[in-house]
T-cell receptor, first 115, second 114 residues
Framework: DTGVSQNPRHKITKRGQNVTFRCDPI?????LYWYRQTLGQGPEFLTY????????KSRLLSDRFSAERPKGSFSTLEIQRTEQGDSAMYLC?????????????FGSGTRLTVV | KQEVTQIPAALSVPEGENLVLNCSFT??????LQWFRQDPGKGLTSLLL?????REQTSGRLNASLDKSSGRSTLYIAASQPGDSATYLC?????????????FGEGTQLTVNP
C-alpha cells in the first residue's frame, strides 16, 4: 500500500467550469476526510465518510460542492460552477475508526487554480 | 468551537540550534493531537501523535509534549538541520462522540540556515 493517493496533482480551470477530484485512501481505512487549505493557512475540514456514509459536512461545503464515496473505497469531490475563491489545495486523508492512537494519513493534495 | 493557535508564525534559526514550537487549543476535550510537517506545495507528513492520555512522544530528534488541562503542546526539535525547513502544523482531533475531524493551527514556518 503506497498511502493516500490524490488525482490530479494540479488542476487549472476557467471560472464557471465544473471540476472533480479523486482520492484513493489506504485500503483498510474506513474513514475518509476532505480538507481545504488556502495559502498561509492550516487545512480546514470539509466533510468525512465512514465507509460509504457521509457523516459530517462543514458549513464551508456550499451547495456547489458534493462528495461521494460510493463503495466505501475511493472518493470524489466535485465543485460545480467554480469561482476564483475556490482556488486552494484540496487534501484528502484517511484513518481507521478505532483507538486514540489512530493516525490520520494525508495525501499529497490537488491544487486547484480558477482563472 | 475548538480553536488552535501556533506560535511563532515564523522562525529562522542557525543550523544546530535546538528549538521549540508551540501549539495551544481552547477545548481540552480532545481525542489526540498530531504534529505534521508540510513542505511548500506538498501534502502533510505526520510526525508524531500523542493520545489524550499521554504526556509526550519521541521520534528521533523530535519530542512532542501534551498538557491537556492547560491546552498546550510543544514540539521540540534537537540539533536542527537545513532539511528541517518546512511548515509545522499541529492538529487536535475531536472525541469520537463529537465527530472526528481534525482542527488545525495556522502553522509555524521554520527556516534552518546552514
Amino acid at each position: 500500500d503506497t498511502g493516500v493517493s490524490q488525482n490530479p496533482r494540479h488542476k487549472i480551470t476557467k471560472r464557471g467550469q465544473n471540476v472533480t477530484f479523486r482520492c484513493d485512501p489506504i485500503s483498510e481505512h474506513n474513514r475518509l476526510y476532505w480538507y481545504r487549505q488556502t495559502l498561509g493557512q492550516g487545512p480546514e475540514f470539509l466533510t468525512y465518510f465512514q465507509n460509504e456514509a457521509q457523516l459530517e459536512k462543514s458549513r464551508l461545503l456550499s451547495d456547489r460542492f458534493s462528495a461521494e464515496r460510493p463503495k466505501g473505497s475511493f472518493s470524489t469531490l466535485e465543485i460545480q460552477r467554480t469561482e476564483q475563491g475556490d482556488s486552494a489545495m484540496y487534501l484528502c486523508a484517511s484513518s481507521l475508526t478505532a483507538g486514540q492512537g489512530t493516525l490520520c494519513t494525508f495525501g499529497s493534495g490537488t491544487r486547484l487554480t480558477v482563472v | 468551537k475548538q480553536e488552535v493557535t501556533q506560535i511563532p508564525a515564523a522562525l529562522s534559526v542557525p543550523e544546530g540550534e535546538n528549538l521549540v514550537l508551540n501549539c495551544s487549543f481552547t477545548d481540552s476535550a480532545i481525542y489526540n493531537l498530531q504534529w505534521f510537517r508540510q513542505d511548500p506545495g506538498k501534502g502533510l507528513t505526520s510526525l508524531l501523535l500523542i493520545q489524550s492520555s499521554q504526556r509526550e512522544q519521541t521520534s528521533g530528534r523530535l519530542n512532542a509534549s501534551l498538557d491537556k488541562s492547560s491546552g498546550r503542546s510543544t514540539l521540540y526539535i534537537a540539533a536542527s538541520q537545513p532539511g528541517d525547513s518546512a511548515t509545522y502544523l499541529c492538529a487536535v482531533r475531536r472525541p469520537e462522540t463529537s465527530g472526528s475531524r481534525l482542527t488545525f493551527g495556522e502553522g509555524t514556518q521554520l527556516t534552518v540556515n546552514p
